[in-house]
């Protein structure tokens, strides 16, 4: 069964998905020259416009409004009925975004779908399934679905209480959530029924028991009072017996915790059972998280509600129920017996902390908090019931990141069953965490790092896990074909920086690529599981749709078709530098930091200044062969390029793409890797690019901010200058998800926090500084500027400045102040590189 949550993406997101030609360059006009067994570039010949008037590269161009580069689609997908593709597109000038329909066997940009039959073509969840006669989707709220036979597509529930979670009941019927209810509604009849519901709240007795001595005294004494009590039992029972004999009747009201909310609810195809997920219902914020948000119409200051600090998080644990509908039971599942639920996994962490303290610390065996995993990339629940009902397979973390496990729940065992644990002493990664069920068997699909790398296992409810793929690649986006015969998925298994797409047979297991087109590539198996459409890009060209047809016989992929070409004419009219991807030799670890270069191909006398750029996100890949999310930086290298400049752009430890090893080298020493690779780096720039040592700045936002923070102050001769934009300066301040993973907490492990945090250590600060704030960014506050401010003011530090953008969120929006900020920076390293 196929069954899907759609992602809208945004402008930023989809242009991660990306790739390109790679081969080694041949420089023979530059005096820049690099070892060509480390350099692979795109040698696709550059797209040109046509009779297009050539663009001045210029910073105000580079940082106007986007649109300018051609408005590129946006998560594409296919129709319900596989007849269109269909893509995200922003309308010119508005941040609206429009539907657009296309053929995969014809290019062209295709056509906007009408808004009177939007609801034919746009999904946020659909599910569809061999064995069934229609399939369904949800659009705004509301269910519709398409007999297969005949293509007609009826509207299902029409109402302003949105249906979401839904899935197929028996053979004619979906199943949908409102609230805190399940209902079903006939396919053919359009017949609604509630199934279930549920209260947090203490379910009251038709007769309940005497609270006291003069409640007991009373009922015993007074008649009256005992005929009142029968009576109503008697209604009741008689109520009681109506429901169980009539199924006209909803029946089904189970009751929770009061002081509990709801994670999550999950009905079984067959409408039998369902999983309620429960934790208590506790603030996840103070009142004192704000933000001041000081540009508002009415001109006065508003406090924007924000998230709270790592430093102020709760342990949540969730509660898991089985419920039983036929007889309105249900069962609590333990956690006890999954291995590991009470292991002291941070032993080693509070003992040294303890010592610091100059204290002791004894090992306990208290059950951790456990919940389920809500993997951060995934579009489905971490909870999955198999086509026969009678299983129910989960995938559960624990709250100190240590753990994730994936489980099964027979309903009539009621008890977890572990099929798989992967335990990481440094944290579980919240990417790679697909997991779910083969259609035909009992059997599971998972992906692990186990191995070091994201790799794909199948794992039978009585039988031994057993890897798919093996190596030192990533594997992701998985989608098992209906007939469980192959597993298609998207992996670097080329380059880590080349993501192609491959299948795998369920029974041989052999990997066979269904692309080849040399960089980072992105697809969506079309219904009928006979096309791929891939979202492409390259170094220097922004995405654009392709479409690959499957044999019908071999499932060979064809050649790829391009469909769109939306890249604007303004844009190809520009000579763009295209970065070379080199591998920098490490001095910590035996593999390379994949870094792209951007260098200048016109000879000089002179040693040219460089720059590095420290991308954000620390978990992100930006050394790959396709267009970068970072499109603006991409466009000023270029520029700076022109100016003279060599630049490099390292995907340093941290970073997604290389593999466990490389993800988890900053536990518990945020900056100190990174810092380590930004010295090969200069090394490696100072030998192979003809770079002047004294004469190199660095600059980042967000993660890439921090690390220029770190390098500043941690090694104050390595940059000349700096530029650190909505720049974290003290972990303790940011949010628990992301930054608990990788130091813990600060309750526990402080060392970690103090050892990593740029606040810390300002007092090595020696070199110009600038620091460009937002002011209503909800991501990294404004506040940790302002505290590292006061530090170095304190510390009597005078080169430093700090520009301030009051109606800027974390990720720019206006083009003045995208102007303004790298107008600062290359005015900061004109003056002192």
Same mark, same amino acid.
């Given at each position: 069964?196929?069954?899907?949550?759609?992602?809208?993406?945004s402008?930023?997101?989809?242009?991660?998905?990306?790739?390109?030609?790679?081969?080694?360059?041949?420089?023979?006009?530059?005096?820049?020259?690099?070892?060509?067994?480390?350099?692979?570039?795109?040698?696709?010949?550059?797209?040109?416009?046509?009779?297009?008037?050539?663009?001045?590269?210029?910073?105000?161009?580079i940082?106007?409004?986007?649109?300018w580069?051609?408005?590129?689609?946006?998560?594409?997908?296919?129709?319900?009925?596989?007849?269109?593709?269909?893509?995200y597109?922003?309308?010119?000038g508005?941040? $609206?975004?429009?539907?657009?329909?296309?053929?995969?066997?014809?290019?062209?940009n295709?056509?906007?779908?009408?808004?009177?039959?939007?609801h034919?073509?746009?999904?946020?969840?659909?599910?569809?399934?061999n064995d069934?006669?229609?399939?369904?989707?949800?659009?705004?709220g509301n269910?519709?679905?398409?007999?297969?036979?005949t293509?007609?597509?009826?509207?299902?529930?029409?109402?302003?209480q949105?249906?979401?979670?839904?899935?197929?009941h028996?053979?004619?019927?979906?199943?949908?959530?409102r609230?805190?209810?399940?209902?079903?509604?006939?396919?053919?009849?359009?017949?609604?029924?509630?199934?279930?519901?549920?209260?947090?709240?203490?379910?009251t007795?038709?007769?309940?028991?005497?609270?006291?001595?003069?409640?007991?005294?009373?009922?015993?004494?007074?008649?009256?009072?005992?005929?009142?009590?029968?009576?109503?039992?008697?209604r009741?029972?008689?109520?009681?017996?109506?429901?169980?004999?009539?199924?006209?009747?909803?029946s089904?009201?189970?009751?929770?915790?009061?002081?509990?909310?709801?994670?999550?609810?999950?009905?079984s195809?067959?409408?039998?059972?369902?999983?309620?997920?429960?934790?208590?219902?506790?603030?996840?914020?103070?009142?004192?998280?704000?933000m001041?948000?000081?540009?508002?119409?009415?001109?006065?200051?508003?406090?924007?509600?924000?998230r709270?600090?790592?430093?102020?998080?709760?342990?949540?644990?969730?509660?898991?129920?089985?419920?039983?509908?036929?007889?309105?039971?249900?069962?609590?599942?333990?956690?006890?017996?999954?291995p590991?639920?009470?292991?002291?996994?941070?032993?080693?962490?509070?003992?040294?902390?303890?010592?610091?303290?100059?204290?002791?610390?004894?090992?306990?065996?208290?059950?951790?908090?456990?919940?389920?995993?809500?993997?951060w990339?995934?579009?489905?629940?971490?909870?999955?019931?198999?086509?026969?009902?009678?299983k129910?397979?989960?995938?559960?973390?624990a709250w100190d990141?240590?753990?994730?496990?994936?489980?099964?729940?027979?309903?009539?065992?009621?008890?977890?069953?572990?099929q798989?644990?992967?335990?990481?002493?440094?944290?579980?990664?919240?990417?790679?965490?697909?997991?779910?069920?083969?259609?035909?068997?009992?059997?599971?699909?998972?992906?692990?790092?186990?191995?070091?790398?994201?790799?794909?296992?199948?794992?039978?409810?009585?039988?031994?896990l057993?890897?798919?793929?093996?190596?030192?690649?990533?594997?992701?986006?998985?989608?098992?074909?209906?007939?469980?015969?192959?597993?298609?998925?998207?992996?670097?298994?080329?380059?880590?920086?080349?993501?192609?797409?491959?299948?795998?047979?369920?029974?041989?297991?052999?990997?066979?690529?269904?692309t080849?087109?040399?960089?980072?590539?992105?697809y969506?198996?079309?219904?009928?599981?006979?096309?791929?459409?891939?979202?492409?890009?390259?170094? $220097?060209?922004?995405?654009?749709?392709?479409?690959?047809?499957?044999?019908?016989?071999?499932?060979?992929?064809?050649e790829?078709?391009?469909?769109?070409?939306?890249?604007?004419?303004?844009?190809?009219?520009?000579?763009?530098v295209?970065?070379?991807?080199?591998?920098?030799?490490?001095?910590?670890?035996?593999?390379?930091?994949?870094?792209?270069?951007?260098?200048?191909?016109?000879?000089?006398?002179?040693?040219?200044?460089?720059?590095?750029?420290?991308?954000?996100?620390?978990?992100?890949?930006?050394?790959?062969?396709?267009?970068?999310?970072y499109?603006?930086?991409?466009m000023?290298?270029?520029?700076?390029?022109s100016?003279?400049?060599?630049?490099?752009?390292?995907?340093?430890?941290?970073s997604?793409?290389?593999?466990?090893?490389?993800?988890?080298?900053?536990?518990?020493?945020?900056?100190?890797?990174?810092?380590?690779?930004? $010295?090969?780096?200069?090394?490696?720039?100072?030998?192979?690019?003809?770079v002047?040592?004294?004469?190199?700045?660095?600059?980042?936002?967000?993660?890439?901010?921090f690390?220029?923070?770190?390098?500043?102050?941690?090694?104050?001769?390595?940059?000349?200058?700096?530029?650190?934009?909505?720049?974290?300066?003290?972990w303790?301040?940011?949010?628990?998800?992301?930054t608990?993973?990788?130091?813990?907490?600060?309750?526990?492990?402080?060392?970690?926090?103090?050892?990593?945090?740029?606040?810390?250590?300002?007092?090595?600060?020696?070199?110009?500084?600038?620091?460009n704030?937002?002011?209503?960014d909800?991501?990294?506050?404004?506040?940790?500027?302002?505290?590292?401010?006061?530090?170095?003011? =304190?510390?009597?530090?005078?080169?430093?400045?700090t520009?301030?953008?009051?109606? =800027?969120?974390?990720?720019?929006?206006?083009?003045?102040?995208w102007l303004?900020?790298?107008?600062?920076?290359?005015?900061?390293?004109?003056?002192?590189?």
């Amino acid at each position: 069964m196929i069954k899907m949550r759609k992602i809208i993406y945004s402008s930023v997101a989809i242009a991660l998905l990306g790739a390109c030609s790679s081969t080694e360059l041949q420089q023979t006009d530059a005096k820049v020259s690099f070892p060509s067994a480390t350099l692979t570039q795109d040698k696709t010949p550059p797209v040109t416009a046509p009779n297009a008037e050539t663009i001045e590269l210029s910073l105000k161009q580079i940082m106007s409004d986007p649109d300018w580069i051609g408005r590129q689609p946006e998560g594409a997908y296919w129709t319900a009925d596989g007849n269109n593709i269909a893509y995200y597109r922003k309308r010119e000038g508005s941040p $609206v975004r429009d539907i657009w329909l296309a053929n995969e066997t014809v290019s062209g940009n295709g056509k906007q779908a009408p808004l009177s039959e939007l609801h034919n073509y746009e999904y946020d969840e659909l599910i569809s399934d061999n064995d069934m006669a229609f399939d369904a989707w949800v659009f705004q709220g509301n269910i519709f679905s398409r007999d297969k036979a005949t293509n007609t597509v009826i509207q299902l529930t029409k109402s302003r209480q949105a249906a979401r979670n839904i899935q197929f009941h028996n053979s004619n019927g979906v199943s949908f959530q409102r609230a805190n209810e399940f209902y079903v509604v006939n396919a053919s009849t359009g017949r609604q029924e509630q199934l279930f519901t549920w209260q947090f709240a203490n379910e009251t007795p038709v007769v309940s028991e005497p609270a006291d001595y003069i409640a007991q005294e009373n009922v015993e004494l007074i008649d009256y009072l005992k005929v009142q009590r029968r009576n109503r039992q008697l209604r009741a029972d008689s109520f009681e017996s109506l429901e169980t004999a009539n199924d006209s009747l909803v029946s089904s009201v189970f009751y929770f915790d009061p002081s509990h909310r709801t994670v999550l609810a999950s009905l079984s195809p067959n409408g039998k059972w369902a999983i309620v997920v429960t934790t208590e219902n506790s603030p996840s914020r103070d009142d004192s998280d704000i933000m001041p948000d000081y540009i508002e119409e009415n001109g006065r200051i508003k406090a924007q509600p924000v998230r709270q600090r790592v430093a102020d998080a709760k342990a949540i644990s969730h509660d898991i129920w089985l419920l039983d509908l036929s007889n309105n039971s249900k069962t609590l599942l333990e956690y006890k017996v999954l291995p590991g639920y009470n292991e002291d996994v941070l032993a080693d962490v509070k003992r040294e902390n303890a010592e610091a303290r100059g204290e002791t610390y004894t090992e306990n065996r208290i059950p951790r908090d456990i919940g389920l995993l809500f993997d951060w990339y995934a579009t489905e629940p971490p909870v999955k019931w198999h086509d026969n009902s009678d299983k129910v397979a989960l995938m559960l973390e624990a709250w100190d990141n240590k753990d994730r496990w994936i489980t099964s729940v027979d309903v009539d065992d009621k008890q977890f069953v572990t099929q798989h644990r992967m335990h990481d002493p440094a944290w579980v990664n919240y990417r790679f965490n697909e997991f779910g069920w083969f259609d035909e068997q009992e059997t599971l699909y998972l992906l692990s790092e186990e191995s070091g790398y994201s790799q794909l296992y199948v794992k039978p409810l009585t039988g031994s896990l057993k890897p798919v793929t093996k190596g030192n690649f990533v594997v992701e986006n998985v989608t098992l074909t209906q007939d469980d015969a192959y597993f298609y998925f998207k992996a670097n298994v080329k380059h880590p920086g080349i993501y192609e797409i491959y299948r795998s047979s369920t029974d041989t297991m052999a990997l066979e690529a269904l692309t080849d087109l040399n960089g980072m590539t992105d697809y969506v198996l079309s219904p009928n599981e006979s096309s791929l459409l891939l979202t492409h890009s390259k170094l $220097v060209m922004p995405p654009e749709l392709y479409s690959v047809k499957l044999d019908d016989a071999s499932g060979a992929a064809g050649e790829a078709l391009k469909i769109t070409s939306t890249v604007s004419d303004a844009f190809l009219s520009i000579d763009w530098v295209s970065p070379s991807i080199v591998a920098v030799p490490s001095s910590h670890t035996e593999q390379p930091i994949y870094s792209r270069v951007y260098a200048p191909t016109v000879a000089t006398d002179e040693k040219h200044r460089a720059v590095i750029f420290n991308h954000g996100a620390g978990y992100l890949q930006n050394a790959h062969l396709g267009w970068s999310g970072y499109f603006r930086e991409f466009m000023f290298h270029s520029f700076l390029v022109s100016q003279g400049y060599v630049v490099m752009d390292m995907d340093y430890r941290a970073s997604m793409g290389y593999g466990r090893e490389w993800r988890t080298a900053i536990y518990r020493q945020m900056g100190t890797p990174e810092t380590q690779d930004l $010295v090969d780096g200069v090394e490696w720039l100072v030998k192979n690019a003809d770079v002047d040592r004294k004469r190199i700045g660095t600059y980042g936002g967000s993660y890439g901010g921090f690390m220029t923070f770190m390098a500043l102050f941690t090694e104050p001769e390595l940059f000349q200058a700096g530029a650190a934009l909505r720049p974290v300066s003290d972990w303790a301040h940011y949010n628990d998800p992301y930054t608990s993973n990788i130091l813990n907490r600060p309750d526990v492990d402080p060392i970690a926090y103090e050892r990593s945090s740029p606040i810390y250590f300002a007092d090595g600060l020696n070199k110009p500084l600038l620091i460009n704030a937002p002011m209503v960014d909800d991501n990294v506050f404004f506040v940790d500027v302002v505290r590292l401010v006061q530090v170095l003011i =304190e510390k009597e530090k005078e080169d430093f400045e700090t520009a301030i953008y009051p109606v =800027e969120p974390h990720g720019f929006v206006q083009p003045s102040s995208w102007l303004d900020e790298y107008r600062r920076i290359f005015k900061l390293f004109e003056e002192n590189l």
